[in-house]
Protein backbone atom coordinates (compact mmCIF):
# COMPACT_ATOMS: atom_id res chain seq x y z
CA UNK A 1 0.00 0.00 0.00
CA UNK A 2 1.59 3.60 -0.76
CA UNK A 3 -0.64 6.70 0.12
CA UNK A 4 0.09 9.99 -1.36
CA UNK A 5 -0.06 13.87 -0.44
CA UNK A 6 0.28 16.12 -2.74
CA UNK A 7 0.93 19.98 -1.70
CA UNK A 8 1.71 23.47 -2.77
CA UNK A 9 -1.02 24.27 -5.58
CA UNK A 10 -2.34 27.68 -5.65
CA UNK A 11 -2.66 30.91 -8.57
CA UNK A 12 -0.06 32.41 -9.50
CA UNK A 13 0.54 35.18 -12.45
CA UNK A 14 2.09 33.87 -15.33
CA UNK A 15 5.75 33.76 -15.56
CA UNK A 16 5.71 32.86 -11.60
CA UNK A 17 6.79 29.46 -10.13
CA UNK A 18 5.15 27.36 -7.63
CA UNK A 19 6.78 24.03 -5.64
CA UNK A 20 4.46 21.23 -5.45
CA UNK A 21 5.02 18.32 -2.83
CA UNK A 22 4.45 14.73 -2.77
CA UNK A 23 4.89 12.76 0.25
CA UNK A 24 4.95 9.26 -0.03
CA UNK A 25 4.07 6.41 2.37
CA UNK A 26 5.42 3.18 1.16
CA UNK A 27 7.69 1.70 -1.10
CA UNK A 28 7.68 2.16 -4.39
CA UNK A 29 9.98 1.32 -7.48
CA UNK A 30 8.58 4.29 -9.52
CA UNK A 31 6.39 7.81 -8.62
CA UNK A 32 4.99 10.54 -11.30
CA UNK A 33 3.61 13.57 -11.84
CA UNK A 34 0.68 14.12 -13.80
CA UNK A 35 -1.54 16.90 -14.79
CA UNK A 36 -4.75 17.01 -16.08
CA UNK A 37 -6.76 20.22 -17.73
CA UNK A 38 -10.42 20.61 -18.23
CA UNK A 39 -11.55 18.81 -21.02
CA UNK A 40 -8.23 17.27 -21.80
CA UNK A 41 -6.27 13.69 -20.88
CA UNK A 42 -4.29 13.41 -18.06
CA UNK A 43 -0.53 13.76 -19.28
CA UNK A 44 2.48 12.96 -17.66
CA UNK A 45 4.98 15.75 -16.45
CA UNK A 46 7.64 14.16 -15.08
CA UNK A 47 9.06 10.81 -13.23
CA UNK A 48 11.28 9.42 -10.77
CA UNK A 49 12.59 5.83 -11.14
CA UNK A 50 14.53 3.78 -8.04
CA UNK A 51 17.58 2.66 -9.16
CA UNK A 52 18.83 1.33 -6.03
CA UNK A 53 18.09 1.76 -1.85
CA UNK A 54 17.18 5.94 -2.34
CA UNK A 55 18.95 6.36 -5.45
CA UNK A 56 16.78 7.64 -8.09
CA UNK A 57 16.91 8.68 -11.65
CA UNK A 58 14.41 11.41 -13.25
CA UNK A 59 12.57 11.50 -16.73
CA UNK A 60 10.69 14.27 -18.60
CA UNK A 61 7.71 14.92 -21.00
CA UNK A 62 9.65 16.19 -23.88
CA UNK A 63 7.23 18.96 -24.28
CA UNK A 64 8.29 19.98 -21.03
CA UNK A 65 12.02 19.86 -21.06
CA UNK A 66 13.43 22.48 -18.80
CA UNK A 67 10.17 23.85 -17.66
CA UNK A 68 9.61 21.37 -14.65
CA UNK A 69 12.26 20.07 -12.57
CA UNK A 70 11.12 17.02 -10.19
CA UNK A 71 13.27 15.73 -7.23
CA UNK A 72 13.01 13.29 -4.13
CA UNK A 73 13.89 13.79 -0.51
CA UNK A 74 14.38 10.85 1.32
CA UNK A 75 14.67 12.60 4.28
CA UNK A 76 11.10 14.08 4.15
CA UNK A 77 10.39 10.77 2.07
CA UNK A 78 8.53 13.36 -0.37
CA UNK A 79 8.91 14.31 -3.81
CA UNK A 80 8.93 17.75 -5.29
CA UNK A 81 7.68 19.73 -8.82
CA UNK A 82 9.98 22.43 -9.23
CA UNK A 83 7.55 24.92 -11.71
CA UNK A 84 9.24 27.92 -12.80
CA UNK A 85 8.22 30.14 -15.82
CA UNK A 86 4.64 29.18 -15.85
CA UNK A 87 1.84 29.93 -18.65
CA UNK A 88 -1.87 30.27 -18.92
CA UNK A 89 -1.53 26.70 -20.35
CA UNK A 90 0.37 24.84 -17.09
CA UNK A 91 -3.15 25.67 -15.49
CA UNK A 92 -4.51 21.78 -14.23
CA UNK A 93 -5.11 19.94 -11.39
CA UNK A 94 -1.96 17.93 -10.51
CA UNK A 95 -1.56 14.37 -9.37
CA UNK A 96 1.36 12.85 -8.11
CA UNK A 97 0.98 8.49 -8.50
CA UNK A 98 3.61 5.48 -7.82
CA UNK A 99 3.68 2.07 -8.42
CA UNK A 100 5.94 -0.73 -7.52
CA UNK A 101 7.29 -1.39 -10.43
CA UNK A 102 10.24 0.40 -11.79
CA UNK A 103 10.62 1.51 -15.46
CA UNK A 104 10.19 4.63 -17.04
CA UNK A 105 6.24 5.01 -18.46
CA UNK A 106 3.72 8.27 -18.24
CA UNK A 107 0.95 6.06 -19.11
CA UNK A 108 -1.52 6.75 -16.31
CA UNK A 109 -2.52 2.72 -16.33
CA UNK A 110 0.86 2.11 -15.02
CA UNK A 111 0.41 3.40 -11.78
CA UNK A 112 -1.85 1.79 -9.27
CA UNK A 113 -1.43 4.32 -5.92
CA UNK A 114 -3.03 7.87 -6.79
CA UNK A 115 -2.86 11.28 -4.60
CA UNK A 116 -5.93 13.68 -4.83
CA UNK A 117 -4.18 16.27 -7.09
CA UNK A 118 -3.47 19.72 -6.28
CA UNK A 119 -4.75 22.96 -8.54
CA UNK A 120 -2.60 25.05 -10.20
CA UNK A 121 -3.95 28.31 -11.86
CA UNK A 122 -1.74 30.28 -14.18
CA UNK A 123 -3.11 33.59 -14.94
CA UNK A 124 -2.17 36.20 -17.53
Known amino acids: QVVLVESGGGSVQSGGSLRLSCKVSGYFGRSAWFRQAPGKEREGVAG???????????YYADSLKGEFTISWSSIYNTMYLQMRGLKPEDTAVYYCAADLPTGRTFRASDYQYWGQGTQVTVSS
Open 48 to 58: IIRIGGETFST
